[in-house]
């Protein structure tokens, strides 16, 4: 007989409870955690700087072909473009830091935190990023002369905007979570 073999006949005699780890499941599943971490934040970076680079340069299109003085909508162009530009600034770093972990279960688990990591402390940025944008878009209506009930539409509009932002965090924030107590159970038990 196996040394395995006797540990269990011993362990069932002794009336203990029997724990194995299916190791290749497990590798599995943190595969599975960080191909699906990976793809979240790559859609959402891509996302974000596609859409602000394409909303900044509507505002300012807009701006320069109606020849607009409204100073708020200059600035605000320039914050988009600006978010855009640090978004993809953190994309680059992201990118070149993948390739520092190892290709094991401890080292993928470690690459799938990071990167949750990251999403997580993006998605709090960008939700931060809706009070100056929503700032800047009610002072550049009330600089118009737009009647105020616009203004308070528009001000709904980026308070539902902030509060799905704090929901969509929060996911991003729990499935960190999991990753980090998925580390620590693997860690307490080897």
Same mark, same amino acid.
């Given at each position: 007989?196996?040394?395995?073999?006797?540990?269990?006949?011993?362990?069932?005699?002794?009336?203990?409870?029997?724990?194995?780890?299916?190791?290749?499941?497990?590798?599995?599943?943190?595969?599975?955690?960080?191909?699906?971490?990976?793809?979240?934040?790559?859609?959402?970076?891509?996302?974000?700087?596609?859409?602000?680079? *394409?909303?900044?340069?509507?505002? +300012?299109?807009?701006?320069?072909?109606?020849?607009?003085?409204? &100073?708020? #909508?200059? @600035? !605000?162009?320039?914050?988009?473009?600006?978010?855009?530009?640090?978004?993809?600034?953190?994309?680059?770093?992201?990118?070149?830091?993948?390739?520092?972990?190892?290709?094991?279960?401890?080292?993928?688990?470690?690459?799938?935190?990071?990167?949750?990591?990251?999403?997580?402390?993006?998605?709090?940025?960008?939700?931060?990023?809706?009070?100056? *944008?929503?700032?800047?878009?009610? +002072?550049?209506?009330?600089?118009?002369?737009?009647?105020?009930? &616009?203004? #308070?539409? @528009? !001000?709904?509009?980026?308070?539902?905007?902030?509060?799905?932002?704090?929901?969509?965090?929060?996911?991003?924030?729990?499935?960190?979570?999991?990753?980090?107590?998925?580390?620590?159970?693997?860690?307490?038990?080897?």
């Amino acid at each position: 007989m196996e040394f395995e073999e006797l540990r269990k006949i011993w362990d069932a005699q002794n009336d203990q409870p029997l724990y194995a780890i299916n190791e290749k499941a497990m590798y599995n599943l943190i595969l599975s955690k960080k191909k699906q971490a990976h793809r979240i934040t790559n859609i959402s970076e891509l996302l974000i700087i596609i859409v602000y680079i *394409i909303t900044g340069s509507f505002v +300012l299109g807009m701006n320069l072909f109606d020849q607009s003085s409204n &100073i708020s #909508m200059y @600035v !605000l162009c320039a914050w988009m473009l600006g978010s855009a530009f640090f978004m993809l600034v953190n994309r680059i770093r992201r990118i070149n830091g993948d390739n520092q972990f190892d290709r094991s279960m401890s080292g993928d688990l470690d690459h799938a935190i990071s990167v949750a990591t990251y999403q997580v402390r993006i998605s709090q940025i960008m939700l931060w990023n809706i009070l100056p *944008i929503g700032a800047l878009t009610i +002072l550049s209506l009330w600089e118009g002369g737009k009647p105020i009930w &616009i203004a #308070m539409v @528009v !001000l709904l509009f980026f308070a539902l905007s902030y509060y799905a932002g704090g929901w969509e965090h929060n996911i991003y924030k729990r499935k960190k979570r999991e990753l980090e107590v998925l580390k620590n159970k693997l860690d307490n038990a080897g």
